[in-house]
């Protein structure tokens, strides 16, 4: 498997063409996401790599492949959107396709000719990774199985809409079409439905499709991001085929987490808010980025340097309860909080076994149930409990989550209890809504990420957390205000890391800067103060399809977890995020904002503990993490992604393998528990 990673392909001797354009060409360029206004306030619409120069050559002599690096908020997905077309340029002369416009190309069909068709922009997560990459928005229900679940085959033949005309899509060369299979390894999967393919195999379909449309250049975003190490090596090989063949040109964006592949020759570094960095050579990047890294996490240790001044500016507070808010009349202590002494399940699986046609999807282990030996799932999720959820693909995790939110049609007549009670009255005893049911529930997935309205404001997606649907009307109050302030100036820095004044003497946790030496907690109250009344404009400004994608994860977290709902299911809710972030959103969902980890060196290697926020330390808490009535699901298959917090796990076993359902806990030794999980 390793080979993948070494073997170099033979390198195709490309075409000759000295004198062939470029297929793009930025000279001296600015770029806006709305058209530049007259308006002295940048903020809004903040300039996207002033004075840009790049090139990317059609044809040339020798091999020569770019990739684009940089921490989440760089914006590289910005800069392949750029160069696929999109954003307004200033001036607007300054960016071309000369390759595109050759005097060549006049007799070529018209659509061949436009950036939109000539270069393919690919990406594995949001919008066009559903389109494209055949995900199911929840479970499938039966009636509409043959409309979303389609083959690989027909996805690649673009035969997945409803009376599609053939006359209306090009005709694919039956040679180029079984090269573009072999080349991605797709031969033996034709036939399997889309929703069943792994991570991997849907990302080399999406590339095939891609490559399928013939495009000049290819633009792919991270698309190593997530994967397994086996997914990797036959994605990398994939690319690297592409790569040396430069039929199309291939132009990478790849997290600074990621292995600049071996064929990729130059690299360009971008800083964060779009800010152009270091472009060269791969060997001198990579000598670069070993050195010093201003965004390098490995060597951010400024705010954590400068945190040492913080005994001098607020004197320590005697004791601090870390475990409940300091202030007894806090607002998540009001009414509307559900009562914590609760001793029914939250959640009962009473011996599922659910089916399409003769396959058994979920529920196929027997288990031993008060001494009996009983078919189908039995599971219990108490108040306070914390579980992962595991199992691998095709186990039916996707399912038993959409039955216990009820997304799943045959929640309703299956043996499960949810809050207490089944979906359907029984005598004596109501049935529970979906609004009802689903207002008790924080829930984020994939398949919420891609179907989220992108029209909603950073403020509105947030609020939707208490309303019924993420397009109604949410239910807010004074409390929940500022409930709502408070986590947007906590995630700032993650969501809309614009440079400003206050920003740039305030650490993403508040800690309290000065020059002043001495400071005590009376006079460091007016500086609070002055925090906590940041402008927050931003928030209402900024479009929820404007956020990268990161930004837009955190703010999904935040909406699912704000409410306090008495479970919270997060399904693969910290995948793709950096290392800090992923840390920075665990922490703040177990203990709110009254604890930060804070980053230092220790004997020449970075460190981390965890400290009393100033938030905290001044009694200023808004957002208190999880109470002891919340139980909480997390799904995912990378260790990092599971909380420490979490103290049981429920494997389901694989379709068709012999295996039985697994139950355990996560001791001291978490290591052996994920050995005896498997998968990781």
């Given at each position: ?143 509409l199985k043959g409309f979303h679940n389609h083959s690989l085959l027909d996805y690649l033949r673009d035969k997945t809409l409803l009376n599609s005309l053939e006359q209306d899509k090009p005709k694919d060369n039956d040679e180029f079409f079984a090269k573009v299979i072999k080349d991605c390894r797709l031969r033996d999967l034709l036939d399997t439905r889309t929703k069943n393919l ?450 049981k796990w429920l494997r389901l076993p694989g379709m068709g393998a012999r295996e039985s359902l697994k139950f355990g806990t996560f001791g001291t030794k978490r290591e052996s528990a994920f050995r005896a999980i498997g998968g990781f």
């Amino acid at each position: 498997m390793r080979r993948a990673f070494r073997t170099r392909p033979p390198i195709p001797k490309p075409v000759s063409n000295t004198t062939s354009p470029p297929l793009i060409e930025i000279s001296k360029s600015t770029f806006y996401r709305q058209p530049p206004s007259s308006s002295n306030n940048p903020e809004p619409n903040p300039p996207l790599f002033p004075e840009l120069n790049f090139t990317v050559p059609s044809f040339i002599d020798q091999h020569n492949q770019w990739a684009i690096i940089g921490p989440p908020s760089a914006g590289k997905t910005t800069f392949l959107e750029i160069l696929g077309g999109q954003h307004y340029c200033d001036p607007p002369t300054s960016r071309t396709f000369p390759y595109l416009t050759r005097s060549e190309t006049e007799k070529a069909p018209p659509h061949s000719n436009s950036p939109s068709t000539a270069f393919q922009y690919v990406e594995f997560s949001g919008g066009n990774a559903t389109k494209d990459g055949g995900n199911n928005l929840g479970a499938i229900h039966e009636s509409l199985k043959g409309f979303h679940n389609h083959s690989l085959l027909d996805y690649l033949r673009d035969k997945t809409l409803l009376n599609s005309l053939e006359q209306d899509k090009p005709k694919d060369n039956d040679e180029f079409f079984a090269k573009v299979i072999k080349d991605c390894r797709l031969r033996d999967l034709l036939d399997t439905r889309t929703k069943n393919l792994s991570k991997g195999q849907t990302r080399r379909a999406i590339i095939a499709k891609a490559l399928l449309r013939r495009p000049k250049l290819l633009l792919i975003d991270e698309p190593f991001d997530g994967l397994e190490y086996s997914a990797i090596a036959k994605v990398y090989a994939l690319l690297a085929r592409v790569s040396y063949s430069q039929s199309p040109r291939l132009v990478l964006s790849l997290s600074w987490r990621a292995k600049i592949p071996t064929w990729i020759t130059h690299v360009l570094c971008l800083w964060p808010n779009c800010q152009l960095g270091y472009r060269g050579s791969r060997a001198n990047t990579k000598h670069r980025l070993n050195k010093n890294s201003d965004w390098n996490p490995k060597h951010q240790l400024a705010h954590a340097e400068r945190a040492k001044t913080l005994a001098k500016i607020l004197a320590k507070p005697k004791s601090i309860d870390l475990t409940k808010p300091k202030n007894k009349n806090h607002p998540l202590e009001n009414d509307d909080t559900p009562a914590k002494e609760q001793q029914e399940p939250l959640v009962e699986i009473l011996g599922v076994k659910l089916k399409y046609a003769e396959k058994t999807v979920l529920g196929s282990s027997r288990q031993t149930i008060n001494g009996e030996r009983k078919e189908g799932l039995w599971w219990n999720v108490m108040p306070g409990e914390r579980w992962g959820l595991f199992g691998p693909k095709g186990s039916g995790k996707t399912t038993l989550l959409s039955l216990i939110t009820s997304d799943h049609p045959q929640a309703y007549s299956l043996p499960i209890r949810i809050f207490g009670h089944s979906r359907l009255p029984i005598v004596g005893q109501p049935g529970l809504s979906i609004f009802s049911l689903q207002s008790r529930i924080g829930h984020l997935s994939p398949e919420i990420h891609a179907a989220f309205p992108t029209h909603l404001t950073v403020r509105r997606a947030i609020e939707t957390s208490w309303a019924d649907t993420p397009l109604s009307r949410p239910e807010l109050n004074h409390e929940r205000d500022l409930i709502v302030d408070s986590s947007l100036r906590w995630f700032k820095p993650e969501i809309y890391p614009a440079p400003d004044i206050l920003n740039s003497n305030i650490s993403s946790n508040f800690s309290i800067f000065s020059d002043k030496k001495e400071l005590s907690p009376q006079s460091g109250k007016p500086l609070i103060d002055r925090i906590m009344s940041a402008d927050l404009d931003w928030a209402d400004n900024i479009q929820f399809r404007d956020l990268h994608f990161q930004a837009q994860r955190v703010v999904l977290f935040l909406r699912a977890i704000l409410k306090k709902p008495e479970l919270i299911i997060l399904d693969e809710a910290f995948h793709g995020l950096d290392e800090k972030v992923q840390e920075k959103c665990m922490l703040f969902l177990e203990a709110g904002e009254r604890i930060i980890l804070r980053y230092t060196t220790k004997k020449g290697k970075p460190a981390k503990n965890r400290q009393a926020s100033n938030v905290a330390k001044l009694g200023r808490v808004q957002v208190a993490g999880l109470e002891p009535y919340q139980a909480l699901i997390v799904v995912s298959d990378v260790k990092k992604e599971i909380p420490q917090y979490v103290t049981k796990w429920l494997r389901l076993p694989g379709m068709g393998a012999r295996e039985s359902l697994k139950f355990g806990t996560f001791g001291t030794k978490r290591e052996s528990a994920f050995r005896a999980i498997g998968g990781f």
